[in-house]
């Protein structure tokens, strides 16, 4: 199959590595850099017919919103008239699950995966986003033995709750499920993944489930009770973190800002190591660290734009690529990438901030400490047609409110010569109607 062989002369596409009711995961590898990918084939048809539709959207906006080093990465999604491709990052460790399937693990390796669960989720948490089926077979390693979470299928974002704000959708593995959720009544979503992430850390630490039984409904019972036992191999500390994590009342339970702040946790924990998503914009004085300005010919095309017009006839994603970003974050303009990029680097040395590019991509760290350290902004030009590029803004790192102040006051105004529309403004036709 051609789309196989050369994904759209972009992937090689090898080994099948799993598959599942309507999608194959395929061994890729990118063309240009050599550097191995995970590529998710989705058939159209197939996801149509299952009703998967808004399980398929929901992913692609998730994955794009949680970027974190211990969350598998979305790096691209493309399309042709039968198939959907998501390309990944390839995590050469495989499942979690399978290094607990031999057993328990040492008290300092369970707590080293459990850090770096609670830093992901926690992320999760700061975008609005619950995972809603942590389990460890979802939980994979890299080479050097890190985990990433994956599987957003059955992910939430905030918009699915009701008008109570509470999630409804009954999903997850039930081992793992918090009590509220079995129960089918309203439940925070949030709240719930601490549950799953209190099962995930017995698991690592016995070898086996807290909750267990042959019959579905003894089972159901004992998770509704939190009727579990401790091996005699427990620590004193790791129980008693697990007794406070799993509590049937969702109110009472322990919190993941509470959790980090647990000794036990905060053995050999760096918050700083966790959440580093991005390198700093590098001190021009310093040329040995300098990030390279080595220019490429063209931006990279915007493969959101050829799925999105790929997906006609009922299946519109239009909405999908906007991925909950405030407004102001995104825009489109009629300019060359060239120039876009000059313009962005001209405003941001009137703004004194520091300034790095690679190809079409543009970092901007603010000149002084903000209330979350120094503002990272990232800009990066995406080409969608031959006279139309996108330009995305996105936080790095820094606080929220000022990135927000830095897109409103600073950028929108001292760009608006270049932009056509900016994500989320309503759109006027050439005779000033709307």
């Not at 499942?95 to 369970?110: I, M, Q």
């Not at 599987?151 to 959708?169: C, E, I, N, V, Y």
């Not at 040395?349 to 991509?361: H, I």
């Not at 927000?404 to 600073?410: I, L, N, P, V, Y």
Request: aromatic share 10%.
């Amino acid at each position: 199959m051609e789309e196989r062989t050369g994904l759209f002369g972009k992937y090689e596409i090898g080994r099948l590595l799993g598959k599942g009711t309507y999608a194959k995961v395929y061994y890729g590898k990118h063309i240009a850099s050599g550097e191995g990918v995970a590529v998710k084939v989705i058939s159209k048809e197939q996801v149509r017919k299952e009703g998967m539709m808004e399980q398929i959207k929901r992913e692609i906006s998730v994955m794009r919103l949680v970027r974190h080093p211990n969350i598998v990465e979305l790096k691209e999604v493309m399309a042709t008239k039968t198939k959907i491709f998501f390309v990944m990052e390839y995590v050469r460790g495989g499942e979690l699950f399978a290094k607990v399937a031999k057993g328990k693990l040492k008290e300092d390796l369970a707590r080293k995966y459990f850090q770096q669960l609670i830093s992901a989720v926690d992320f999760c948490h700061s975008r609005g986003v619950s995972h809603r089926d942590l389990k460890p077979e979802n939980l994979l390693l890299d080479e050097n033995g890190n985990l990433k979470i994956s599987d957003f299928g059955f992910s939430a974002l905030p918009k699915q709750g009701r008008s109570d704000g509470l999630l409804h959708t009954q999903c997850g593995t039930p081992a793992y499920v918090a009590p509220e959720v079995l129960r089918k009544k309203g439940y925070d979503g949030a709240k719930a993944d601490v549950w799953s992430c209190g099962v995930i850390l017995y698991v690592l630490l016995a070898g086996f489930l807290p909750f267990q039984d042959e019959n579905i409904m003894y089972m159901y019972n004992k998770v509704f009770k939190a009727d579990f036992q401790f091996p005699p191999w427990f620590s004193a500390e790791s129980r008693s973190l697990i007794s406070k994590i799993l509590v049937v009342d969702p109110d009472r339970r322990i919190t993941i800002p509470a959790i980090m702040q647990v000794p036990w946790f905060r053995k050999g924990f760096s918050t700083s190591l966790a959440f580093q998503l991005e390198q700093p914009v590098s001190d021009k004085s310093d040329p040995e660290t300098e990030i390279s300005r080595t220019k490429v010919s063209s931006p990279k095309f915007f493969n959101a734009f050829e799925f999105i017009t790929s997906m006609s006839s009922g299946f519109d994603l239009s909405g999908l690529f906007e991925n909950k970003r405030r407004t102001g974050s995104v825009f489109t303009s009629k300019c060359s990438a060239t120039e876009i990029m000059s313009k962005i680097e001209k405003v941001a040395n009137g703004l004194s901030f520091n300034v790095a590019t690679k190809d079409f991509k543009i970092e901007l760290q603010g000149p002084s400490e903000g209330r979350k350290g120094r503002l990272l902004v990232t800009a990066e030009v995406f080409e969608v047609a031959p006279e139309v590029a996108v330009v995305e803004f996105s936080k790095s790192s820094g606080d929220t409110l000022e990135y927000a102040k830095f897109c409103e006051e600073d950028v929108r105004p001292a760009l608006k010569d270049i932009v056509w529309t900016w994500q989320g403004d309503r759109m006027h036709n050439g005779y000033g109607q709307e």
